[in-house]
Structure formats: C-alpha cells, structure tokens
C-alpha cells in the first residue's frame, strides 16, 4: 500500500504563511486530495488533483506537487483555519490517507 | 445541498453483525460512485468500500474484504454497508462519501461530499 506521512503538527500565528506536506512512499502522479477536519465534524474536501481549489474553498488554500512530494499552503492562516489536515491519494489501490497535520493558531 | 445522511450505527459485540445506511439526496444519486471510510477513535482516515453507479462493481482493502459488503439502492438514493465478523478494531465513524469524477491528464476520484458518521462501537 502506498504510505503517506505528514509532519504531526504545526503552530502558526494568524496572517502568517504555512505549508503542510505529503510524501508518498511510491509515485501517485497527481492524484493527491487534501481535506481539512475539525473536531467533532466530516472531513472537507480543499484541494483535488494536486492543485485545483475546490468550488467555495477560499483562494487562501492551493496546493501543488506530484509524484511523491505534495504541499498544502494556507497563505494566509486565519483562526478559523485551526483544523487536522489530511492528505490521500487515489492513483493506486487501495486509497490510502495521512495520519494527518494538526494545525495550531498561537 | 447536498447532502448524506448515515444511520444504523450502535453498539454491537464482536462476532456479530451491523449494517449501516446513508441517505443521499441534493443530486442524481445514481450517477456517481459511492465509498465508506472509517476513522477510528482519535485516528486517521482508513477507506473501507467503494460501489460504482450500477453496484455491479465493488472494492474493498484486505483488511475488510470477505466481511464487509457494500450496496446500493438507485431508487432509494441510499447506499449500504453490512458488516459481518465485527472485530474490536472495526470500532470507528463510519461516512458516507461521494466520488466524485474529474479529469487532469487522467480521470481521477475524489471524495468530494461526506456525511455526518456512524459511530459503531465493537465490544462485549
């Protein structure tokens, strides 16, 4: 199965610029998704296909990568952007997820 | 709106057996295909079964694959998961998710709608 890892967390300060990553274990082209999930609530689809914005995402997300190595940017962060941050890709089966970025405002 | 509504979760003792529903409704239920993923407590993401549109096509992980079978209903707009064998590590939310189709230099899939969860709880 592929594997995808993610740094576990992040702190960042509102209006600052963050990046998330994702490293594949094996080449998913670009078929990476980044989801966003607070607690208590279903995950939020942000970012298909690498880098296109999902419809009603703010333009404060993008997303770029492929291959192995993919990025998730918040520029810029906002407090309502405290969320877990998860990367999958569905270029080989089974789909498989991140352990997810837990993202902290200071 | 989109939306999808899951059901049937609860607490059940290992061995036995659950089936969750998810209601779907906002579109052509029909035309898309379907998935469940689960999130174990305090864990990450794991995908349990996707259906295409007709249900004559499904897939699972190995980890659920011979106790898990998914299934829909085109004209109840609803979407099915039974589970039988319940392990204690089955215990987790369970969404329902819509795929959804896109295509780059590829057609790809991508879980663009995601009900509320099912929480089911495996234990005696």
């Known amino acids: 199965d592929t594997v995808l890892t993610q740094s576990p967390a992040l702190a960042v300060s509102p209006g600052e610029r963050v990046t998330i990553s994702c490293r594949a274990s094996e080449s998913v082209s670009t078929g990476m998704h980044w989801y966003q999930q607070k607690p208590g609530q279903q995950p939020k689809l942000l970012i298909y296909?690498?880098?296109n914005l999902e419809s009603g995402v703010p333009a404060r997300f993008s997303g770029s990568g492929s291959g192995t190595d993919f990025t998730l940017t918040i520029d810029p962060v906002e407090a309502d952007d405290t969320a877990t941050y998860f990367c999958q890709q569905s270029w080989n089966d089974p789909y498989t997820f991140g352990a997810g970025t837990k993202l902290e405002l200071k | 709106e989109v939306q999808l509504v899951e059901s049937g979760g609860g607490l059940v003792q290992p061995g036995r057996s659950l089936k969750l529903s998810c209601a779907a409704s906002?579109?052509?239920?029909?035309?898309?295909?379907m998935a469940w993923v689960r999130q174990a407590p305090k864990k990450g993401l794991e995908w349990v079964a996707t259906i295409s549109t007709s249900g004559s096509r499904t897939y699972y992980p190995d980890s659920v694959k011979g106790r898990f079978t998914i299934s829909r209903d085109n004209a109840k707009s609803s979407l099915y998961l039974q589970m039988n064998s319940l392990k204690s590590e089955d215990t987790a939310t369970y969404y329902c998710?819509?795929?959804?189709?896109?295509?780059?230099?590829?057609?790809?899939?991508?879980?663009?709608?995601w009900g509320q969860g099912a929480s089911v709880t495996v234990s005696s």
């Open positions: 296909g690498a880098s």
């Open positions: 998710a819509r795929l959804l189709v896109y295509y780059s230099s590829y057609m790809g899939y991508v879980m663009d709608a």
């Open positions: 906002g579109f052509t239920f029909s035309n898309y295909y």
